[in-house]
């Protein structure tokens, strides 16, 4: 990293992975062009993973099936100090490998962890909408081989 006085350690770049709502995955595809999307995710730590969850099919799956290799940015914290000329920011990024989650009780835990996660105020009906969208949803699991953080206190 270019300027490591902005390098957070690994605790703090898990932490902003847990806490943001959403973030970037990064694929390559076939032909070798880049392919960011947004998506919700959760991080597991147990698991050092991130789940996404997506449509059973898809330029993403066709893209990580045939290079599972992807990284995954996540951005806190994001203010313009304009006087500065400067930004105030906190970021993290993932690299690994995604692979398609095959087993159904894996996907089933992924999906309640997003679930329990994106719409806690759901639990009650979490588990009926789960298994009644099982088959019509995918989950990727992205094994985190690398994680580094970035921030900028642009002064304050």
């Known amino acids: 990293m270019r300027r490591a006085e902005r390098m957070v350690s690994q605790g703090e770049a898990r932490r902003l992975l847990d806490s943001s709502s959403y973030g970037v995955l990064s694929l390559v595809s076939p032909d070798g062009q880049p392919y960011g999307v947004p998506v919700n995710h ?3 730590p147990q698991d050092n993973a991130v789940y996404i969850h997506c ?3 898809g330029q ?3 893209f990580l099936r045939e290079n599972p290799k992807a990284s995954f ?3 806190g914290l994001g203010q313009v100090i304009e006087e ?3 930004t105030r920011y906190e970021s993290a990024i993932v690299q ?7 087993e159904e009780a894996e996907k089933v835990r992924a999906l309640e962890l997003l679930c329990g996660r994106l719409t806690p105020s759901m639990a009650e009906t979490q588990n009926a909408y789960i298994r009644a969208s099982l088959s019509k949803v995918a989950v990727i699991r992205l094994e985190i081989r690398e994680i580094t953080g970035k921030r900028n206190r642009a002064g304050g």
């Open 60 to 62: 993403k799956l066709d």
């Open 96 to 102: 690994g490998r995604a692979s398609l989650v095959e």
């Open 42 to 44: 959760v991080y597991v």
């Open 84 to 86: 500065k000329f400067t």
């Open 55 to 57: 449509a059973q099919e």
């Open 73 to 75: 940015t996540v951005v």
